[in-house]
């Protein structure tokens, strides 16, 4: 994930914006995400085929987001796989995530809030607990039974209990993954050095973190035009409330050297996550390369 950031800032990927389809009779919409990226040794292209329909779980018992990916080799364009693009979104948003935790978190974070218990918030942990020794995990989500579930699955490799959102996050590294349009972390709830990673906003409207926090907080992106457009920072820079100035630069901008990431001076600090397509198609090469005849039969991937 952190080589797909490093292409993109140095050029060295193609990513056109992100596509919509609005499905407004059905509460959803779908998604198209092409990309190619180049890293040292290695290249990769695809796409996703991806929708967000909220009433899902409740109306059909289909997850809210489900997709599909096409693994392709750039040279001869051959279709190399056909993956299973909902499990992918869950395991590189996960490395994102982790990837932003490790510039921009302290050394010696312990302690991890998440507001949402959805799928997201599984692999949130998971991937930052690889890039910090993380001991106490607080949860916080309305659905006593998403919670439940989150707390049992866990509750031998952490301290895990159930708290308020602002329990989760005076946390040292936080992740939202909600798709609430109204802020609902507000700065007093931060302690003085969280690290937020505001994942949920992936559309315009879409809102988890006041003004207030953001204006205040070291705050890195992970694309300018996606973020302004439907990432965590939309609805103030439509409102003029946050600028340019505002913004400390771009993940793959840290992640080559070219911007500091956290500081000594640094309090809290923001990652505004909107998913890329270079994200993607860098987790299926990984998935493609790993692959053999036991993965490949699984559900995850498909040879053909």
Known sequence: MEAAFVAYATGNAQMPSKSYIDLPTYNGDFRSMPA????????????????????????????????????????????????????????????????????????????????????????????????????????????????????????????????????????DVLSTVTPVEAPIVETDDLCSHTHVNAMGADAAGKHELTDEVLLNALLVIDDFEQCIHSGEINVPWDNGVLTEEDIHGEIGEIATGKLAGRTPEDSVTVFDSTGLAIQDVAAAHVVYEASDEETAASSLIQTI
């Not at 693994?71 to 051959?78: I, K, L, Q, R, V």
């Not at 490799?157 to 959102?165: L, N, T, V, W, Y």
Request: net charge negative; aromatic share 8%.
């Open 36 to 171: 190619y990226m180049a890293a040292d040794d290695w290249d990769a292209a695809g796409i996703k085929w991806v929708n967000v329909h909220p009433d899902n779980p409740s109306t059909h018992d289909f997850p809210t987001v489900m997709g599909t990916m096409i693994y392709s080799d750039p040279e001869t364009g051959f279709p190399l796989a056909i993956m299973d693009g909902t499990e992918l979104t869950m395991r590189r948003t996960g490395a994102a995530a982790a990837v932003a935790t490790d510039y921009l978190a302290v050394e010696d974070a312990t302690s991890m809030g998440i507001v949402g218990a959805g799928v997201q918030s599984y692999t949130q942990l998971e991937a930052i607990a690889a890039v910090r020794p993380i001991e106490e995990v607080v949860i916080s989500d309305p659905d006593d039974e998403r919670v439940e579930k989150f707390v049992d699955t866990y509750a031998e490799e952490f301290a895990i209990r159930r708290g308020s959102i602002a329990a989760a996050a005076a946390c």
